[in-house]
């Protein structure tokens, strides 16, 4: 019903600069939460940055300072601007959204995850 594609990953120097993008389609009344999470090779997958339908945003005590989460919701896409990455920012990045779905008689919240980007920050 809904799909997430994540853009924008790939390999960077640290102190540098990425953006990431998760582009939402399919068939929903509406998104409401949109987060950020990401997974190192043999960790568990992090939340990263969370934001509100209404724009309100929260980061992990990690990224504070360093990354911007915003979303276009005219677009119904979110992003992720990440400024001077560190080597341990290294991750898949995935993205995931609370939609609102079912029928125009029973309507119900759904989340959804994308496939993931790869971000990889050389020291």
């Known amino acids: 019903q809904v799909q997430l594609v994540e853009s924008g990953g790939g390999l960077v120097q640290a102190g540098g600069s990425l953006r990431l993008s998760c582009a939402t389609s399919?068939?929903?009344?509406?998104?409401?939460?949109m987060c950020w999470y990401r997974q190192a090779p043999g960790q568990q997958r992090e939340p990263v940055a969370t934001?509100?339908?209404?724009?309100?945003?929260n980061y992990a005590d990690s990224v504070k300072g360093r990354f911007t989460i915003s979303r276009d919701n005219a677009k119904n896409t979110l992003y992720l601007q990440m400024n001077s990455l560190k080597p341990e920012d290294t991750a898949v990045y995935y993205c995931?959204?609370?939609?609102?779905?079912?029928?125009?008689?029973?309507?119900?919240?759904?989340?959804?995850w994308g496939q993931g980007t790869q971000v990889t920050v050389s020291s």
């Open positions: 934001i509100s339908s209404g724009g309100s945003a």
């Open positions: 995931n959204a609370n939609a609102r779905v079912g029928t125009q008689f029973s309507k119900y919240n759904s989340l959804y």
């Open positions: 399919g068939s929903f009344f509406s998104i409401n939460t």
